[in-house]
Nanobody, 111 residues
C-alpha cells in the first residue's frame, strides 16, 4: 500500500522560500515518476512539477526558474524547493504517484 505524507508548508511573505517534503512508503521514489500538484483557493488543480527516472524533470511554466523538484533515495523522499514565492502560489500542495495522493500541505504567500 502506497502512502505519501507531505510537510513543510506554511505562511511566507512574497519573495520568500519554502521546501516541501513528501515521504513515501510502499514504493521507491527513485524508481517512480513523482508529481507535485497544487489546488488553489478557487479549487483549480494543476500539476506543478514532476521527476522521472534518470532525474528528468519538468515544470509548469509559471514556476520555471523558481521551483526545483528533487528526491533522496536514502530517505525515500521527494522535495519541492520553492523560491521567490508569489501570492499566486498560494495553494494546497500534494505529491502523487497515481493513483495514490498525499493529504497535502498548505502554502500561503501573503504580506
Amino acid at each position: 500500500q502506497v502512502q505519501l505524507v507531505e510537510s513543510g508548508g506554511g505562511l511566507v511573505q512574497p519573495g520568500g522560500s519554502l521546501r516541501l517534503s513528501c515521504v513515501a512508503s510502499g514504493l521507491s521514489v527513485m524508481n517512480s515518476t513523482m508529481w507535485w500538484y497544487r489546488q488553489t483557493p478557487e479549487n483549480a488543480r494543476e500539476w506543478v512539477a514532476l521527476i522521472m527516472t534518470a532525474d528528468v524533470t519538468n515544470y509548469v511554466d509559471s514556476v520555471k526558474g523558481r521551483f526545483t523538484i528533487s528526491r533522496d533515495g536514502a530517505r525515500n523522499t521527494v522535495y519541492l524547493q520553492m523560491n521567490d514565492l508569489k501570492p499566486g502560489d498560494t495553494a494546497v500542495y500534494s505529491c502523487t504517484h497515481q493513483p495514490s495522493w498525499g493529504q497535502g500541505t498548505q502554502v500561503t504567500v501573503s504580506s
